[in-house]
């Protein structure tokens, strides 16, 4: 069964509004948190790297007041689109490493996909 | 800069036949090789992975190559099955990195019945 989860798995939003989305580790604890963007037919572009207790880390190009990440827990990470418009439209996907896991203990959510009018 | 680069967006193969997907690399600091398969509107699911000290990893119908000289790997998958038609992603990381994965574009694999 899953074990990140992702809510919502879709929105639709009118331009201007914000959108919350939530990415949960369901059966382990992760401090770590992957947020990505993936534009159609290309390949997942890493956002962020969330931080439990401490600020997330942005990839060079996304602006962090626009792109708010908040973890507030060790299974919870939370990625709110400020101010939509258009061009935020996109299928947004986290993922979680388990604890002293390798790489390949990185376990993805289901996705979002959000539609701004 | 990409640093991992899938050449072929897609990739069409008779079912039963074996598929080879192929990925390169530029970062010689890549130490762990990941292969995901993605369905549309999901997430990626993990499917095999390498790591540096290896040539060769195999898991039931999946066997991942990696050839560090040439800075490549590849997938292959046989016998090939109509559920295996999916994008397949190919994803590095270094040890330092903090399980930081950096992806290909992707291949789209197609298996014809």
């Known amino acids: 069964g899953a074990v990140v989860s992702q809510h919502p798995s879709r929105v639709i939003c009118k331009s201007g509004t914000s959108v919350k989305i939530e990415c949960r580790s369901l059966?382990?604890?992760?401090?770590?948190m992957f947020w990505y963007r993936q534009f159609p037919k290309q390949s997942l572009m890493l956002m962020a790297t969330?931080?439990?207790?401490?600020?997330?880390?942005?990839e060079q190009g996304v602006e962090k007041d626009k792109f708010l990440i908040n973890h507030a827990s060790l299974t919870l990470s939370t990625l709110t689109v400020t101010s939509a418009h258009p061009e935020d439209s996109s299928f947004y996907i986290c993922?979680?490493?388990?604890?002293?896991?390798?790489?390949?203990?990185?376990?993805f959510g289901p996705g979002t996909r959000l539609t701004v009018l | 800069d990409q640093q991992v680069k899938q050449n072929s967006p897609s990739l069409s193969v008779q079912e039963g036949r074996i598929s080879i997907l192929n990925c390169d690399y530029t970062n010689s600091m890549f130490d762990y090789f990941l292969w995901y398969k993605k369905y549309p509107a999901e997430g990626p699911t993990f499917l095999i992975s390498i790591s540096s000290i290896k040539d060769k990893n195999e898991d039931g119908r999946f066997t991942v190559f990696l050839n560090k000289s040439a800075k490549h790997l590849s997938l292959h998958i046989v016998p090939s099955q109509p559920g295996d038609s999916a994008v397949y992603f190919c994803a590095a990381s270094s040890s330092d990195s903090n399980y930081q994965l950096i992806w290909g574009a992707g291949t789209k694999l197609i298996i014809k019945p």
């Open positions: 993922s979680a490493p388990r604890l002293a896991g390798g790489p390949d203990t990185q376990y």
């Open positions: 059966d382990f604890q992760a401090t770590t």
């Open positions: 969330s931080n439990e207790g401490s600020k997330a880390t942005y």
